[in-house]
């Protein structure tokens, strides 16, 4: 819904609002915000309430810190999952400015914002994106901390009794649906403890507004069941992983999803190919922004439905990019190697110039893989031109170095400071001595 400056003040006042949070989301994905009292909404609506960007990770250098926070009116949202005594709350998506007026070129959103128009100049109207999150639960002690107790036993589809985190599930898929969340289906995925909750798609900016807002309830609500919500990708060893499959598709200026050709023997049209054939060939580099974490490699390994190969079917799920039966306007791509530590305003991004590219330059796209990837010789896999994605955090890095279309989506500044805190964790990963090696050396 889009609304103004008089309307904003008129629902901050019928509503009784207290306060406003002014959120916005740093390099790495981590929501964060400011927030004012009722009476300095105009001011917040003007544009005028200021913060310290030298404390954000990947923004800016003390001399430069005064940041400028711009609201995005649309995004207006009261918080009514946040219980306080102290009054309500509601919130406004900002996009973070200099003094000067500009963009600041390390927000994320304006990342996402700069590729949605060059898309337009491409005569594509439209990127929907549909999220598929998953997400672990585990139980808290007496003092509210996490104890790597997973909250049930449950496995794929099961039902309570055995699915002990039904009722903090469905207390979760409520408060989004008093958000404007249209919630497409709620289950219990197959590791013990795990869950997923499916939301519409929606045009790529909203649906990366709704991701962290999705974040933000399903932590806030677990709590409330002294439970901890974690969207680690590999939270335990053995088990399946955390993914966010990314459902992708393109729209013209009158409604059409383009990846959708009526003609086709499989009703998929030359552009979603040429899409997918993008994707495909900056798949090496696209997994350090998709896969962000040291842990997100623990999670695309052999053995799990997780893909660990760069290639595309309409059948095989252990591909990267697969392609689901329905057909229409609910042709898409499903992008699956992405998880949830992403931040999902660099991976649309991502992900769009990468499909874009192979649109504009018509690359060509390799054949559809059938077989099982993971009994194919390297030699063959080799022969169908299927790449295999990075092994760890320090290679996808360097796939990004070498990938000069993925560092211009991030531009000089998020580059160059993103590549810094990724190798910084890297080499504290690698000096690291873990339980592993104590139990095998010692």
């Given amino acids: 819904m889009s609304y103004t400056k008089e309307q904003l003040l008129q629902l901050a006042a019928d ?21 004012v009292p009722v009476s300095k909404l105009g001011e917040a609506l003007d544009n005028k309430i200021m913060f310290d960007g030298s404390s954000i990770e990947g923004f800016v250098r003390i001399k ?53 128009d060059l898309m337009h100049k491409s005569n594509i109207c439209d990127f929907k994106v549909g999220f598929e999150p998953e997400f672990y639960l585990f139980k808290n002690d007496s003092e509210g901390n996490c104890t790597m ?39 219990h995925e197959v590791g013990p403890g795990q869950q997923e909750i499916n939301f519409r798609y929606a045009s790529a900016l909203e649906a990366a507004d709704k991701l962290q ?92 439905e997780a893909p660990v190969f760069a290639c595309w079917s309409d059948a095989n799920r252990s591909s990267m990019i697969r392609i689901p039966a329905a057909r229409g306007k609910a042709t898409r791509t499903e992008v699956r190697n992405v998880d949830p530590m992403a931040n999902p305003y660099l991976a649309l991004a991502a992900i769009l110039a990468s499909g874009l590219e192979g649109i504009n330059n018509n690359i060509e796209l390799v054949p559809p893989v059938y077989d099982n990837i993971f009994e194919l010789t390297r030699e063959e896999r080799e022969a169908k031109g299927i790449k295999n994605l990075p092994e760890n955090l320090k290679d996808a890095i360097k796939e990004l170095r070498h990938d000069p279309l993925l560092r211009d989506v991030l531009g000089e500044h998020t580059y160059e400071k993103y590549v810094l805190a990724k190798q910084i964790e890297w080499d504290e990963y690698r000096k690291l001595v873990s339980p592993w090696e104590i139990k095998k050396y010692l």
């Fill in 15 to 35: 509503e009784n609002v207290n306060y406003i949070r002014l959120q916005f989301s740093d390099m790495l994905g981590t929501i964060k915000c400011v927030e």
């Fill in 64 to 116: 430069e810190a005064d940041m400028y926070l711009h609201p995005d009116y649309d995004t207006w949202l009261i918080l009514y999952f946040e219980d306080s005594k102290f009054g309500k709350v509601a919130r406004l998506i900002c996009d973070v400015y200099t003094p000067d007026g500009h963009p600041f070129k390390g927000d994320p959103r304006y990342l996402l914002k700069r590729q949605l």
């Fill in 149 to 187: 107790e997973v909250s049930d036993h449950g496995s794929y589809f099961d039902m309570s009794p055995i699915d002990g985190a039904n009722e903090c599930r469905r207390e979760i898929a409520i408060a989004l649906e008093k958000l404007g969340f249209q919630i497409e289906l709620s289950h």
């Fill in 213 to 304: 807002t999705f974040k933000q309830v399903v932590k806030n609500i677990a709590r409330k069941h002294n439970l901890t919500a974690t969207f680690m990708p590999k939270p335990i060893y053995g088990l399946a992983g955390n993914g966010m499959h990314t459902n992708c598709s393109l729209w013209d200026k009158d409604g059409n999803n383009i990846f959708f050709d009526e003609n086709d023997q499989n009703k998929l049209s030359l552009v979603a190919r040429k899409w997918m054939s993008g994707i495909l060939a900056h798949a090496r580099g696209l997994t350090a922004i998709c896969n962000p974490t040291i842990n997100s490699y623990k999670r695309l390994v052999l053995g799990y």
